[in-house]
């Protein structure tokens, strides 16, 4: 039955509690305590029913019990404590302020935009599927305790990602709950005459209109769009329907509408972006809807328009695997997006040539990590490890730049410390440290109070973590099994579950095959015998995690683990806990001891659920991959492995496996039971502390985001006020600068070098360079002469290079450009120079951002 009318309801409230709308219409409320106290204690059991919902829980408590607590003057007290304490937080955010404070008044305001196509922010918003989405959550909280003016952009899908349960044979199963966005902390964005703000997108043969919800985080508003609306068709209704559902033509519908439709709509909403964050390539269409709009509505040329696009885009790239990236046939790009080709002037090839590595392959297909690499200036992998992986990975799109010097920087991720650590361990912290152990630098002397903590404070808290997780996971698990319709034995046998006082190691994530999540269990006898030989030193593990419904090896996973757990009837002592989400997350990593991740490096980009467990104090157990590769693995953990990569998996695993046996049996397990006089583990705390010490303050979304903001967010801001000025001259100068060079560039040759010496000269001796280049048509301003000289390995190459730039001497008689510099050998051996000249331009990002080098031959 379709209504005839619809009405939108809100809460009515006492006058007295206006101030709880307020609260719970921000996001700010779960990273405070003492406000996310204050809605369970207005009823404990509609804030768990309701999935921790404040809005929710207001729209539908009894009257009764609002009468109550405006006569409770203990409710009232904290409730105005916490009003207080969000009016204090909107307006002390100072970072921002402090770093550009010398930044010139007249350029405006700025705007950072950042785009994902995922937000994890609370587990009462179900519109991400894992670790690229808690993170971007996790950076727009950051950015608003930093106090960056950033907006975040994303698609509000109205089933979000899958809940998960699974049958009696342990296979998973997938439920779309409806999200009932009038009871969720949503705002929908209206026109000054109250109508809904909608923006209207070009599909094919027809218009998809979307209408704008806003989250507020903190200082940072969330900008989601959603399709769901009249007057679209069946098909584009269920644009924003569901995360990563649906075929390709689905996934190209929906990032044309988070990549396009966010470009319309940031500029509906009024913002004038100077920066824009593409996280990961969904959003890279928004690079092209930028130059359309600079040529139709700015009269820039594609090349000056690129330009200004490019020099303001920053790209962060979250897959190592070429598998992991968006390819869409050429056919579908031409018949979706071909009339871009026309606008931008380019041919069809051309066009298709922005998505490719290799432009001159007409039949390669067009990927988004591509465009989005050539479309932006600053771009970065989540780890250092990963970022060496993704200039291999990416190193053909900057022919002949030697593969460390390919422009993809790293920023290793970080998760936002008052969001993920337990309330108790918070409280624990704002007690010894102070309140800024959550942002405050590795340096800070802070964390020389770490010593000031009774280690049997910190313990009792860590053992009373592990019971709240316990006693979570038994009732989580009676629900999911009454739900299910299990025997009642079965119900029964859940109650009793785990162990609260036994060594626990947690396991969650998604559940991808790389991921390794049954390597713990490859030797059945070994990890029975550690688990159950000698009764005083147990061992249990909880796991969880969802794998994608389209896989299928994903899922086979999770069923051999609950095969597992049944015919080796460890029922009591290897639980996998359903349903995975944000709320079950900070639950593990509190309240297990040690975190465990097994992935194939160097497969896993960054990984950030331990770097949670590493704040709650839990040391890893982990391979070398991903963040854990560049910690304290041996004050803060234990490495599985030394780092190696390997040939053949089966022996890859079969050789982690046994390393991770032994380190149980050797280290993890005598560490945890070796108590003291009090019961205490003495060393075991001592790991704790400095799991917090050394791993809070660096992979922290803190750190992370005022270095977005240092290294990307500043410069591409200050790039667009520059290319921007005086009607875009500086812009088209650059451009047409770029199209003078690339034309000219080719003509330019080194005619000689000469170098003072022989070829045998010795350590710290100076040696003379002289070069001459003919510049053909091009001037020494545009160039930058370097040597690059290192050690030669065994392949006859260069090395661990170092480059110094040359001087210009002026011409010689011939007209030949002449060029010198002295250079020293610190190191013995080998030793190997060339020449080569990048373009210079004072307003390049980067020397190779014109993808153009010559080197000597
Ligand atoms: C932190 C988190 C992740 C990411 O964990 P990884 O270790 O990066 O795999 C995924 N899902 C949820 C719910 C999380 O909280």
């Not at 719970?24 to 406000?35: I, K, S």
């Not at 060594?503 to 269990?521: E, H, P, S, V």
């Not at 896989?551 to 095969?563: A, F, Q, S, T």
């Not at 000025?725 to 650059?734: G, V």
Request: hydrophobic share 40%; with cysteine.
């Amino acid at each position: 039955m379709q209504p005839i009318r619809t009405f939108n309801v809100s809460p009515s409230l006492p006058p007295r509690l206006e101030p709880l709308r307020k609260l719970a219409y921000n996001l700010h409320w779960d990273w405070n305590v003492e406000t996310k106290d204050l809605f369970r204690r207005l009823d404990s059991d509609l804030w768990e029913s309701s999935r921790h919902n404040p809005v929710l829980m207001l729209g539908t408590i009894s009257q009764g019990r609002l009468t109550e607590v405006v006569e409770d003057e203990g409710f009232l007290a904290q409730m105005d404590r916490a009003a207080r304490q969000l009016e204090d937080y909107l307006q002390e955010r100072t970072w921002y302020q402090k770093q550009r404070s010398s930044h010139s008044a007249d350029k405006g305001k700025e705007c950072y935009a950042y785009f994902s196509a995922e937000f994890g922010l609370v587990d009462c918003l179900p519109v991400y599927s894992g670790g690229l989405g808690v993170l971007a959550g996790d950076h727009l909280k950051s950015a608003s305790d930093l106090g960056l003016p950033l907006v975040g952009v994303g698609l509000l899908y109205q089933q979000g990602y899958f809940a998960q349960y699974l049958n009696a044979d342990g296979w998973q199963q997938e439920r779309y709950p409806i999200n009932d966005f009038y009871n969720m902390t949503l705002h929908l964005e209206r026109n000054p005459d109250g109508s809904e703000l909608q923006i209207a997108v070009n599909y094919p043969g027809r218009k998809v209109y979307a209408r704008v919800w806003r989250v507020q985080v903190g200082t940072v508003p969330l900008y989601m769009m959603d399709t769901n609306i009249e007057p679209n068709n069946d098909y584009d209704h269920n644009i924003t329907d569901q995360l990563y559902g649906g075929d390709i033509d689905m996934r190209i519908h929906q990032e044309i509408m988070l990549g396009i439709g966010g470009v319309q709509m940031l500029k509906a909403l009024g913002y004038n972006v100077t920066a824009y964050h593409m996280n990961e390539g969904h959003a890279a269409f928004s690079a092209l809807e930028r130059i359309r709009v600079l040529i139709q509505e700015e009269n820039l040329s594609y090349d000056t328009a690129k330009q200004v696009v490019g020099s303001t885009n920053i790209f962060t790239t979250h897959t190592p695997v070429p598998a992991g990236i968006d390819l869409f046939p050429p056919d579908k790009m031409l018949y979706y997006l071909g009339y871009y080709a026309d606008i931008f002037g380019l041919t069809k090839d051309q066009f298709l040539g922005l998505g490719r590595e290799n432009t001159g392959d007409l039949s390669a297909p067009f990927s988004m990590a591509v465009l989005a690499l050539k479309m932006a200036t600053f771009c970065n992998g989540v780890a250092q490890l990963h970022g060496v992986v993704s200039r291999q990975m990416f190193k053909g799109l900057w022919q002949e730049v030697p593969v460390e010097e390919v422009p993809i920087a790293a920023i290793t991720n970080g998760v936002h410390a008052r969001s993920c650590v337990a309330k108790s361990t918070q409280e624990l912290y704002d007690r010894y440290l102070g309140p800024n152990w959550s942002s405050v630098a590795a340096d800070s002397p802070l964390w020389e109070r770490m010593d000031a903590i009774p280690d049997e404070e910190l313990w009792r808290n860590h053992e009373r973590c592990r019971l709240d997780m316990v006693l979570y996971v038994r009732d989580h698990l009676v629900k999911h099994l009454r739900d299910r319709g299990a025997s009642s034995s079965d119900i029964a046998q859940a109650q009793e579950v785990l162990d609260p006082n036994v060594l626990t190691i947690g396991f969650a994530r998604r559940f991808a095959t790389y991921k390794r999540a049954t390597l713990w269990m490859r030797d059945i006898e070994r990890i029975r015998r550690i688990m159950l030989a000698n009764k005083d030193r147990k061992l249990q593990f909880v796991i969880a995690g969802k794998a994608h419904p389209k896989d299928i090896p994903g899922k086979e996973l999770i069923r051999d683990i609950n095969h597992f757990i049944s015919e080796q009837n460890l029922q009591k002592q290897v639980v996998f806990v359903p349903n995975y989400d944000i709320h079950i997350s900070r639950l593990m990593v509190a309240g297990c001891d040690v975190w465990l991740n097994t992935p194939r490096r160097p497969r896993e980009a960054s990984g950030t659920s331990g770097m949670k467990a590493s704040m709650n104090g839990l040391p890893n157990l982990s391979v070398l991959d991903g963040w854990w590769d560049e910690a304290d693995y041996v004050r803060t953990g234990w490495a599985i492995g030394h780092g190696e990569n390997y040939e053949d998996p089966n022996y890859q695993d079969e050789i982690e496996a046994n390393a991770f046996y032994d380190l149980l049996e050797k280290e993890v397990v005598p560490l945890f039971y070796d108590r003291d006089a009090d019961n205490l583990p003495r060393r075991w705390v001592a790991k704790m502390k400095d799991a917090i010490r050394l791993n809070c303050p660096f992979f922290n979304t803190a750190r992370m985001v005022g270095e977005y903001a240092q290294r990307a967010y500043f410069p591409a801001s200050d790039r667009y006020y520059t290319l921007t000025a005086d009607q875009y001259a500086p812009a088209k100068e650059l451009a047409n600068w770029k199209g003078k060079l690339t034309e000219h560039w080719f003509n330019m040759k080194i005619k000689d070098v000469d170098i003072s010496s022989g070829e045998d000269i010795e350590v710290n001796q100076t040696v003379a360079v002289k070069a001459k280049l003919d510049l053909a048509t091009l001037s020494p301003d545009d160039v930058q002469v370097e040597l690059y000289q290192g050690t030669i390995n065994a392949d006859g190459e260069i090395v661990d290079a170092v480059t110094v730039v040359m001087d210009y001497e002026g011409n010689d008689t011939q007209k030949l450009g002449i060029y010198t510099a002295n250079i020293l050998y610190t190191a013995s051996g080998l030793q190997g120079l060339s020449l080569r000249v990048l373009p210079k331009h004072k307003h390049l990002a980067t020397p190779y951002e014109p993808r153009l080098i010559l080197w000597a031959q």
